[in-house]
């Protein structure tokens, strides 16, 4: 994607969702964390169908700590590796009251040192719930960047990288919420939905996908 074109590319988007939000639910640093923490390898709407139990009674690293890991384990074993991630979410609790008096703490290397918790969730802690400029790239933001040729990589900390250079200071802290939204809805990953994207223009994938028969353009 040529520079010029990148500035637009995000003007288009902020203009149709000025304030993009995490689609997982939470109430608090904590509960977000916990749900990032739960979210890997599985998608937002199964998380938040836990976190609506689970929250509910046990929404603090205390409160975690108290039911137990077979009563944790309860609430979200309808979550893909519920049983690691019940033992990452316990020992984090764990850290959390013994270290950081029972708060999440807002720099990158004590996030990565909790159990469980990757570059790719302290980015999401520390933009969401802090408003850090950070770039948490998953397999949407991955794909899109590439795709769209906003920022190639071939891994993700190559794509967070080119994307911590390419994406305007005025959009930084809501980018990765625009390209997860567009990945996740538009640009999908069997059959992009070309037709239908607001920033094709600026895109530099080739093989643009025709609206079906029938289809508004």
Known sequence: MKT??????????KAANPSPQTE?????????????????????VGVNKATRKLFPV??????ILAL????LEGYIKTIGLYRSKAKHLMETCRILVERHGGQVPD???????????????????LNVAFGQPTMAVDTHIFRVSNRTGLAPGKNPLEVEKQLMRRVPDDY???SHHWLILL????????????????????????????????ALR
Do not use: H, M
Not at 25 to 35: D, M, N, Q
Not at 58 to 63: D, E, I, K, V
Not at 115 to 121: E, L
Not at 191 to 205: A, G, I, N
């Open 172 to 174: 930084a802290v809501d």
């Open 58 to 63: 046990a929404n603090t690293p205390q409160a």
């Open 183 to 214: 990945g996740r809805y538009v640009c999908q990953a069997r059959k992009p939905r070309c037709w239908e994207c607001l920033v094709s223009s600026y895109c530099d994938f080739s093989l643009k996908t025709p609206p079906p028969q029938g």
């Open 4 to 13: 010029a074109d990148i500035q637009p590319f995000f003007a288009t988007l």
């Open 107 to 125: 720099t990158r290397e004590a996030l990565e040192a909790l159990p469980g918790v990757g570059r790719k969730t302290a980015n999401v802690v």
């Open 68 to 71: 137990g890991l077979e009563g």
């Open 24 to 44: 997982l639910e939470y109430t608090s640093v904590f509960e977000l964390l916990a749900a990032v923490l739960l979210s890997a390898q599985a998608t937002d």
